[in-house]
């Protein structure tokens, strides 16, 4: 007697296989209708260029829009505006400039897996939105990675790296840790995105101290379009 086959209710009661799900990148560009951070942002990418003798680049911050059959959700790393972090669907946070300054509110940023959350420099993307994904499994992996986020001091190099901890840090950390194939993302055309590589590497130390007898990943990172 042949033994049954599982039907697709059975294996999926929920019915989550086959259903919709989308993983959008968005580059914003820095300080999008914030002028002082915007002036800031400048600044810095004017010394950055001067130190390492390039061109100055456009400075991006990268956010993430996931769509499941549960909703949709908007993740990004954003400074703490009041205590009500289930409303905003908090996953972890972190202190901003130096550790013990974290126990004041101003001085601590969080990061967001926001149902229906609103993003109001999201209108001033470029290149965007980008498709990472379709998959369900690999949307909700990124979403399942995020209370794990590394609780690094924001705008600091306690890693190691050779860049700061930030927003888009947290970003490449989450995409690296989820499975994403990251040989595909580029900022846009004269871009750059400061702390991205040091999300890669952190992700990729994480995967060689669980595995120290695999070879250990080599992301590529984030690769900048030429100059035209």
């Not at 560009?29 to 915007?38: K, S």
């Not at 950055?48 to 790393?77: K, N, T, W």
């Not at 590394?150 to 499975?179: C, F, Q, Y």
Request: glycine share 10%; hydrophobic share 40%; with cysteine.
């Amino acid at each position: 007697m042949n033994a049954a086959v599982p039907t697709p209710e059975a294996t999926d009661p929920v019915g989550r296989v086959g259903r919709a799900a989308r993983v959008d990148l968005y580059w914003i560009p820095l300080g999008a209708g914030t002028p002082v951070v915007e002036f800031s942002g400048k600044v810095f990418e004017a010394g950055s260029a001067r130190r390492h003798h390039r061109p100055r680049c456009d400075l991006y911050h990268a956010m993430l829009e996931v769509r499941v059959p549960d909703g949709r959700f908007m993740i990004e790393q954003a400074p703490v505006p009041d205590d009500d972090e289930a409303a905003r669907g908090v996953a972890a946070g972190g202190p901003v400039g130096v550790a013990w300054a974290g126990r004041w509110r101003v001085f601590r940023y969080e990061v967001r897996c926001w149902k229906d959350g609103i993003v109001p420099d999201i209108a001033a993307a470029v290149d965007s939105p980008v498709v990472l994904s379709t998959e369900l499994a690999q949307a909700e992996r990124l979403m399942a990675t995020l209370p794990g986020v590394p609780r690094m001091v924001w705008g600091r190099d306690h890693a190691r790296t050779g860049e700061m901890w930030n927003s888009n840090s947290v970003i490449a950390w989450a995409l690296a840790t989820s499975g994403f194939d990251l040989d595909t993302i580029t900022v846009p055309t004269h871009g750059r995105a400061p702390g991205w590589q040091a999300g890669l590497t952190v992700a990729s130390r994480a995967q060689c101290s669980r595995a120290p007898d695999a070879t250990a990943p080599n992301p590529s990172g984030l690769r900048r379009e030429p100059s035209r």
